[in-house]
């Protein structure tokens, strides 16, 4: 006998509560964004508009997806640490040490072209694994928090470019720039015609980007070992009680995040057009992550879409300076934003708490009146 079986129902209630919050924290952010354009003088409206047209050019949309696919992998590096209830504020230095060094052994040599691409990418992923590293070492051995140490260690990464650049750098063609040796063609990552009509290729690595993103949600969702990491995150005693190594668990999380942020400066190194670490190498992507990682709820789908705003509003805000509006209007935006959806998620953590309480005694109450005896009619 067959028996049939049920396709799998999708949760709407908790679909809503889910979206509900980033929502909030948008449409808030757009409120007090008009209320400022408002105070100013601008149109609000128009403004709006013009963002929205100018947006919606093929040659601004593939730099939007470029510029998304750098805050993804910087969002996917600091959710890592933020799943396990670590703070790796450390990720802007993670990722500009990694891409120094990558640039630095990359273009001393030249390999078969699929080598090539590997040794500099695992060059990067290992240089930022090691200066994560760091900060687990000092948590896990003297109690040094990780905000504070990955901080200081950010500084001391500025330091370090500044000072070994200066050892190794030539000067870039056509420009008073200074940076390191161009990567051969062996160690370039073409990039993809992806946009119809756009003269601009989107950067080859939004593949191994994707791929990241899916791994995240396989090993933190999928295995033991994402488990772990949750339940220490949740509460150490509580994973120390089920036999986690808690302070195994701080070191490889830490070292994760750190290999995931040494690929942030990849897109750029090895699909920009110049191919080299120099003075004016992208910077503050680590931070743009964080905010992007709060506002996706440290969900892999949630990040892609909290990057691909982020970035818009950057790659639109172009359109403001040309018709005298300030662009930095992009930035209260996107401050208000980060703001505000720390707000949201506590009013929909606190409302979904009421509600599933109220669902459960509702249920109660079903059962026991199920459960009464009924009255027999004489």
């Known amino acids: 006998m067959s028996v049939a079986t049920a396709a799998p129902r999708v949760d709407l209630r908790r679909l809503g509560i889910t979206i509900a919050a980033p929502t909030l924290a948008i449409v808030f952010s757009l409120l007090i964004t008009a209320l400022i354009l408002i105070s100013t003088g601008d149109p609000v409206m128009s403004t709006l508009d013009q963002v929205w047209a100018y947006g919606k050019q093929p040659r601004v949309i593939a730099l939007t997806v470029n510029q998304a696919t750098t805050y993804y ?56 694994a090691m200066w994560a590293g760091i900060a687990a070492v000092l948590k896990v051995t003297r109690g040094v928090s990780e905000v504070i140490s990955t901080i200081m260690l950010n500084a001391i990464a500025t330091a370090l470019i500044a000072f070994m650049l200066r050892e190794v750098a030539v000067e870039v063609a056509g420009s008073n720039n200074i940076g390191t040796k161009p990567i051969a063609e062996s160690g370039a990552l073409p990039g993809i015609p992806l946009i119809p009509e756009s003269p601009l ?3 080859g690595f939004i593949v191994v980007a ?17 488990f772990d990491l949750r339940a220490t995150g949740h509460s150490e005693s509580a994973a120390v009680a089920s036999g986690v190594n808690v302070r195994r668990m701080v070191i490889v999380s830490m070292l994760l995040s750190g290999a995931v942020a040494g690929l942030v400066g990849m897109p750029q190194l090895l699909g920009g057009a110049s191919r080299s670490y120099s003075l004016d190498f992208p910077a503050g992507l680590g931070f743009t992550g964080i905010a992007i990682a709060l506002l996706g709820r440290n969900n892999a789908l949630g990040m892609a879409f909290s990057a691909l705003l982020f970035s818009f509003l950057d790659a639109s805000s172009i359109i403001l300076d040309i018709n005298d509006i300030s662009k930095e209007i992009v ?48």
Request: proline share 2%; no cysteine.
């Open 201 to 203: 290729e989107v950067f």
């Open 73 to 128: 992998l910087s969002a996917l590096a600091v959710a890592i640490g933020f799943r396990m209830n670590l703070f790796n504020i450390g990720v802007d230095g993670q990722y500009r040490l990694a891409a120094f060094a990558a640039a630095v052994v990359g273009s001393s040599f030249e390999l078969p072209k699929p080598l090539h691409l590997f040794v500099i990418v695992l060059v990067a992923m290992l240089v930022g």
């Open 331 to 378: 930035l209260i935006m996107q401050g208000t934003i980060v703001l505000s959806v720390v707000v949201a998620y506590e009013l929909v953590r606190r409302y979904s708490i009421v509600a599933e309480q109220r669902r459960v005694s509702r249920q109660l109450a079903e059962e026991q009146a199920s459960a009464r005896p009924k009255e027999v009619s004489t």
């Open 210 to 226: 994707a791929l990241a993103g899916v791994a995240y949600t396989v090993v933190l969702g999928r295995t033991r070992f994402g």
